[in-house]
Nanobody, 123 residues
Framework: QVRLEESGGGSVQAGGSLRLSCVAS??????MTWFRQAPGKEREFVAG????????KYTGSVKGRFTISRDNAKNTVYLLLNSLEPEDTAVYYC??????????????????WGQGTQVTVSS
């Protein structure tokens, strides 16, 4: 399994932006995803991207506001969060799946997880 480390979280006002980063300990040919867990809620899929940087997928509530990208030369995946809303407040987790597997929204398809980074959006 690859080790993952997220960074970039913080506290912003509604309408603000953040960029989350997830660095992998080594080269990965896995699809990479971001999940989030808000207080009192289950962890949910946010966005994912295929190993070749194609096939980006987003959950409906973030489409048009969040952008996922990856730089394989840096073993890093990014999540740009624009037009943040208080409902986006959560711990954001990065996850890696099996090599060359497609992006899915199921947590059980991802074997490696980071520790999470907190995003807090105030109104």
């Amino acid at each position: 399994q690859v080790r993952l480390e997220e960074s970039g979280g913080g506290s912003v006002q509604a309408g603000g932006s953040l960029r989350l980063s997830c660095v992998a300990s080594g080269r990965t040919f896995s699809s990479m995803t971001w999940f989030r867990q808000a207080p009192g809620k289950e962890r949910e899929f946010v966005a994912g991207i295929g190993w070749s940087a194609g096939d980006p997928k987003y959950t409906g509530s973030v489409k048009g506001r969040f952008t996922i990208s990856r730089d394989n030369a840096k073993n890093t995946v990014y999540l740009l969060l624009n037009s943040l809303e208080p409902e986006d407040t959560a711990v954001y987790y990065c996850a890696a799946g099996r090599p060359f597997a497609a992006v899915t929204i199921s947590q059980s398809d991802y074997q490696s997880w980071g520790q999470g980074t907190q995003v807090t959006v105030s109104s």
